[in-house]
Structure formats: C-alpha cells, structure tokens
C-alpha cells in the first residue's frame, strides 16, 4: 500500500484560556487533545457550531496561537522548527478569512495589496512580471487584472472580493490554504460558486485546503473528509459521505437533524434546544455532550469517552467502548 502524505499533522493539541480578572478567573479548556492530519490535495474539514474551537484550532496551525500542549506538525518539521524561518512557512500555508471586507484596505485599492504581497514575498520584481504573475491568480478564481485595477473593496461584490483574496493567497504557490468560514459572509446564490472553486483548485493546483464551517451542507458538497468538533473535542471523523449519511456520534446525528429538508410541502417541526450559557459545556467532566445527549448515561457525565474505530470512522462515544 503507497504511503499516505501528510501535508499537516495536529498531535494532540490543547488551549487553555484563563477568562475574566487575575484573581477571579476560570480556565477555559478552548481545544482539547485534538488530534486530526490532512492529506496532500484534500479538502479536510472541521465542523461544529459557533464557539466550538475551530478557529482557535486554525490559529494554532497559522501559529497566531500557542498550543498549551500539543504540536503541529507541517510537511514532517514540527513547528518549533518553522518558526526559525516564519516567511517560508507563511508562503507554503495562506488563510483565508470569513469576511472578504476585513482582509482589503478600505482605503487602498485591490490590485495595492496584491502588489505588496508580491514585492514583500520577493516573488517577482519587475513590475510586468507581477503583472503577469496576479494575472495568472486572478485567472484561476474567475476574475481577471482589470476587473480589480484601480478599485477599491467597497466597489467588488462581496463575492468577487472573496474570489480575489482567494486569488491574494495563490500568489505564493501555497501547499496548504486554510479557509475559515470563507463563504458565510458571501450571498447564497453565490456560495456554491465559491465552493466549487475551492474543489477546482484542489484538483488543478493538487492544493490541500483546511475547511472550517458551522454549514453541513456545504461541508458535504466540498470535504473529502471531515471532523465535527464540540466544545474543543472531535467527536467524530471520518470520510465526509459516511460521517453525514450514516452519523455515530449523537452531537453528529443532532447537527444533521437540524438541517430542514428542502421539502416545500413539508413543515419543519422539530425542536433543536441549545443551553444558555456555553462556558458550562466547557467546564463540564466527562463527555461535552451529555448535557444535551439523549442517550447519556451518569459514565458520560463523570468519565470522557475514548476515541474508538469504527470501519473509516474514528468516533468519540462510550456507547460504542464495548465494541
């Protein structure tokens, strides 16, 4: 059997933050021994609902964060080792953000940045060349130079702004593009566009891309793979048809059921309860998940399940220990 490459490889990862004053604070326990690698040319998504960890888990990888323990470890080099040698890492690894607005200047034009981007990579320094150079970018998510020449952000669709910082971060040839939420600020007839471009480039480019959403639908149309994180844990992973069409885990099965189905003449009835208060979900012992599990047992409550095999899928259960 060939060896699988691993392009990314997150060890065990943990972030601890300390929330509210110096004397009176609470440790909040953000990711917690996470462990998942994503493969050369695959899209690899992490999934689960606002205020789960993902970004935190992207910063991690991006080293904008320091895991409390744990390791990343990028292309067989531990980051310890990439952080002497910062501008390499960042032109092999580009993020993507959730909103297009935030990543541009609003008082510079588009094509501005690209050009610096350009010049402070040393990717080319004849101006004709980069020219060329974000021509070719531009090319490959639908749009072309002209279309940003001397335009400032306010006057792209948010649509084609997405596309252009998509184009922003090809410029340095990455290995690795980590996309965050990329297509929730983006117009619902466009999404898919942006979507597919995302599968084009994988395909194209042999790009792996980190895709982080709370959106199942989407993460089912674009993920080879996937993960479905709560309350820092990863509960489940495993190939994206068999994790969404056949789910094992509870939160899975809960986040599926909450999707309506697109059933005109059917009425959508079904109650899905969340809690108040997260930070209570955080500081719970045993499973995240019990205070909302149908199935949770006083074991769930007080001991945190191991993560178990199951065919292509790794889940996070006690109910399936015995197996």
Same mark, same amino acid.
């Not at 580009?94 to 990543?103: A, C, I, L, M, S």
């Given at each position: 059997?060939?060896?699988?490459?691993?392009?990314?490889?997150?060890?065990?990862?943990?972030?601890?933050?300390?929330?509210?004053?110096?004397?009176?604070?609470?440790?909040?326990?953000?990711?917690?021994?996470?462990?998942?690698?994503?493969?050369?040319?695959?899209?690899?998504?992490?999934?689960?609902?606002?205020?789960?960890?993902?970004?935190?888990?992207?910063?991690?990888?991006?080293?904008?964060?320091?895991?409390?323990?744990?390791?990343?470890?990028?292309?067989?080099?531990?980051?310890?080792?990439?952080?002497?040698?910062?501008?390499?890492?960042?032109?092999?690894?580009?993020?993507?953000?959730?909103?297009?607005?935030?990543?541009?200047?609003?008082?510079?034009?588009?094509?501005?940045?690209?050009?610096?981007?350009?010049?402070?990579?040393?990717?080319?320094? @004849? !101006?004709?060349?980069?020219?060329?150079? $974000?021509?070719?970018?531009?090319? %490959?998510?639908?749009?072309?130079?002209?279309?940003? &020449?001397?335009?400032?952000?306010?006057?792209?669709?948010?649509?084609?702004?997405?596309?252009?910082?998509?184009?922003?971060?090809?410029?340095?040839?990455?290995?690795?593009?980590?996309?965050?939420?990329?297509?929730?600020?983006?117009?619902?007839?466009?999404?898919?566009?942006?979507?597919?471009?995302?599968?084009?480039?994988?395909?194209?480019?042999?790009?792996?891309?980190?895709?982080?959403?709370?959106?199942?639908?989407?993460?089912?149309?674009?993920?080879?793979?996937?993960?479905?994180?709560?309350?820092?844990?990863?509960?489940?992973?495993?190939?994206?048809?068999?994790?969404?069409?056949?789910?094992?885990?509870?939160?899975?099965?809960?986040?599926?059921?909450?999707?309506?189905?697109?059933?005109?003449?059917?009425?959508? @009835? !079904?109650?899905?309860?969340?809690?108040? $208060?997260?930070?209570?979900?955080? %500081?719970?012992?045993?499973?995240?998940?019990?205070? &909302?599990?149908?199935?949770?047992?006083?074991?769930?409550?007080?001991?945190?399940?191991?993560?178990?095999?199951?065919?292509?899928?790794?889940?996070?259960?006690?109910?399936?220990?015995?197996?």
């Amino acid at each position: 059997m060939a060896k699988i490459e691993k392009i990314v490889e997150a060890k065990s990862l943990t972030k601890v933050f300390s929330v509210g004053s110096r004397f009176l604070s609470t440790k909040i326990v953000a990711v917690e021994n996470v462990s998942f690698y994503i493969r050369s040319a695959e899209i690899f998504t992490l999934a689960g609902e606002s205020g789960c960890g993902k970004t935190t888990t992207a910063k991690i990888i991006l080293g904008i964060e320091e895991p409390t323990t744990g390791e990343i470890i990028f292309k067989g080099k531990p980051a310890s080792i990439w952080r002497h040698n910062r501008g390499e890492f960042m032109r092999q690894v580009q993020p993507v953000f959730q909103n297009p607005f935030e990543t541009f200047n609003p008082l510079r034009t588009v094509d501005d940045l690209f050009f610096e981007t350009v010049y402070n990579y040393n990717l080319v320094q @004849d !101006k004709d060349k980069a020219v060329d150079l $974000i021509t070719e970018k531009l090319v %490959l998510v639908g749009l072309s130079f002209g279309e940003i &020449r001397g335009r400032y952000p306010s006057e792209l669709s948010g649509g084609q702004l997405q596309r252009a910082s998509i184009a922003r971060a090809l410029l340095t040839n990455p290995s690795l593009l980590i996309a965050d939420e990329p297509v929730s600020m983006v117009d619902a007839s466009l999404r898919m566009s942006i979507i597919n471009l995302f599968k084009d480039l994988k395909k194209k480019l042999g790009l792996s891309i980190f895709y982080i959403t709370h959106d199942l639908a989407t993460a089912y149309h674009v993920s080879d793979r996937i993960a479905i994180m709560f309350r820092g844990n990863i509960m489940e992973t495993g190939p994206v048809e068999v994790v969404l069409t056949e789910p094992k885990h509870p939160y899975t099965q809960l986040l599926k059921d909450s999707i309506p189905e697109p059933d005109p003449e059917k009425k959508w @009835d !079904k109650q899905i309860k969340f809690p108040e $208060i997260e930070h209570e979900e955080y %500081l719970r012992s045993g499973c995240k998940f019990a205070g &909302r599990c149908p199935l949770a047992t006083d074991k769930c409550k007080s001991e945190s399940p191991k993560e178990v095999r199951i065919g292509s899928v790794t889940v996070k259960c006690h109910k399936y220990e015995q197996r």
